[in-house]
């Protein structure tokens, strides 16, 4: 079964530091790929995605994230933080061959950025 | 129109009370989901209406009941819930059931069983 493994479970920084959350998923095959962001009482949106292409994929709000096949990861950055990316981090896949339009989610990152 | 809406925002019911959740979208697309997620965990897949068809039901028990009026409207039935049913839920939308198309989410409804 596929499955999204989120490593940090809650990472504190200060503004202006770099931010890394890690990312992996176990399915051998063709996946596509997504970080969601929750700010608190908002709901899930879209911060980037990657089908296929260019394994380096920008998003909203100054992220990127990094597909690395061999490696099974897609790894979230951002090279200076604000308050306002407080908030809850999701990765999520979804494989060819997988239930229809089913997302797996990993557990998620809670980032706190301190002022 | 990007949007994703969800009313109520907030509901509380008794464990006897018959309640129900809707969703809409209006940017075309024909596939709609609801997730199920609980406080500091990632949404679960409920449901997933493919072209108004139920086509997943992820083992969820009969006392929540989907249905799909038109390719615009998703609704959630509840009755007789219990309390560990508290919890977010969320409804999602894409422009098909294809595994390559990335999901739109609504605000959630915010849902406490008493």
Redesign the interface.
């Known amino acids: 079964a596929q499955s999204v493994s989120q490593h940090n479970h809650h990472v504190i920084l200060s503004e202006a530091a770099s931010l890394e959350l890690g990312c992996n998923y176990s399915y051998g095959g063709t996946v ?1 790929l ?1 970080w ?1 962001v929750q700010y608190p009482g ?5 911060l980037l ?1 990657y ?1 296929s292409g260019d394994p380096l994929v920008k998003g909203i709000k100054g992220f990127e994230a990094e597909f690395i096949k061999s490696k099974f990861s897609f790894n979230l950055r951002k090279p200076s933080v604000q308050w306002s990316d407080t908030a809850e981090y ?1 990765c999520a896949v ?10 797996i ?4 990152t ?1 980032l706190s950025v301190k002022p | 129109d990007t949007e994703v809406t969800q009313t109520p925002k907030h509901l509380v019911m008794g464990m006897t009370n018959k309640k129900s959740l809707k969703c809409e979208q209006h940017m075309g697309h024909r596939a709609m989901y609801w997730y199920k997620q609980k406080a500091k965990k990632p949404p679960e897949l409920m449901f997933v209406y493919s072209y108004e068809k139920l086509s997943i039901n992820e083992s969820v028990p009969s006392r929540f009941s989907p249905e799909c009026p038109n390719s615009s409207l998703l609704n959630l039935h509840l009755h007789a819930l219990q309390p560990e049913d508290s919890a977010l839920y969320l409804c999602a939308s894409s422009q098909d059931a294809s595994w390559r198309n990335e999901q739109f989410f609504g605000p959630g409804t915010r849902l406490t069983v008493l």
Not at chain 1, 94 to 103: C, D, H, T, V
């Open positions: 596509n997504f969601y908002q709901h899930l949106q879209l995605k089908f999701f979804n494989a060819y061959g997988g239930s229809q339009g089913n997302l989610f990993g557990k998620g809670k």
